[in-house]
């Protein structure tokens, strides 16, 4: 079946990098996905992959695949406390198809 | 544009009452969803919708109705509340023909309690 996992907390300083990890079982799986929850808030879609790619940048945020292992990271350079939020990884087998969602990972930010 | 609006925001119901959440959205989007969300589960899909008239299940949709009778709208309704429907409900909508599904647009949520 499907199975999207991830760790549930990370804690990290101001101003490092923040790498959050996740795995997903589905090998078909074509689109990956981060998204972004703030407090009080819905989801916000954060930035995607497509599955024949291995790596995306965007600004601060760089998404690696690992396709083989079945293994997505998100990383956060220079982390902010307005970086501070749960952190959602998900997939679809296809663009119209229904988005699987991980269990979240909250990242804090300590001074 | 208002984007996704929920209503209400907050509800806290007897076990046996009924109630439905109403989910609006001025984008013209043709997918709606409906999510609820509850600690260390992520979210999960109750039920879907891919246009006006049409719905479908999703992950958990016991106990859960839903109704699409305008393309704006996606109706969530409890017939008969148990405590294990308390969650944060989230309704979500995106593009679908045109193949941007993924990206997906939130309301806020409600919180709604069972007790």
């Known amino acids: 079946g499907e199975d999207v996992e991830q760790s549930l907390f990370l804690s990290v300083r101001e101003g490092d990098s923040s790498v959050i990890n996740c795995t997903y079982t589905d090998s078909s799986s074509t689109y990956l996905y981060w998204y972004k929850q703030e407090p009080g808030a819905g989801l916000q879609l954060l930035t995607y992959i497509f599955s024949n790619m291995d790596m995306k940048q965007d600004q601060r945020l760089t998404v690696l695949l690992n396709k083989k292992d079945k293994h997505l990271s998100l990383r956060i350079a220079d982390t902010q406390t307005g970086d501070s939020a749960i952190y959602f990884c998900?997939?679809?087998?296809?663009?119209?198809?229904?988005?699987?969602f991980g269990s979240g990972t909250r990242l804090s930010i300590r001074p | 544009n208002a984007g996704v609006t929920q209503t209400p925001k907050f509800r806290v119901l007897k076990t046996g009452q009924s109630m439905t959440l109403l989910c609006a959205q001025d984008m013209n989007h043709e997918y709606m969803y409906w999510y609820r969300q509850d600690p260390g589960m992520g979210l999960r899909l109750i039920h879907y919708?891919?246009?006006?008239?049409?719905?479908a299940k999703g992950e958990v949709p016991d106990g859960y109705n839903v109704s699409r009778l305008k393309k704006q709208n996606f109706l969530l309704g409890l017939e008969s509340a148990a405590p294990s429907q308390t969650s944060v409900y989230f309704c979500?909508?995106?593009?679908?023909?045109?193949?941007?599904?993924?990206?997906?647009?939130f309301g806020p949520g409600t919180r709604l309690t069972v007790t």
């Open positions: 979500a909508s995106s593009y679908g023909t045109s193949g941007r599904a993924y990206e997906q647009y």
């Open positions: 919708s891919v246009g006006e008239g049409t719905t």
């Open positions: 998900a997939e679809s087998r296809s663009s119209a198809s229904k988005i699987i």
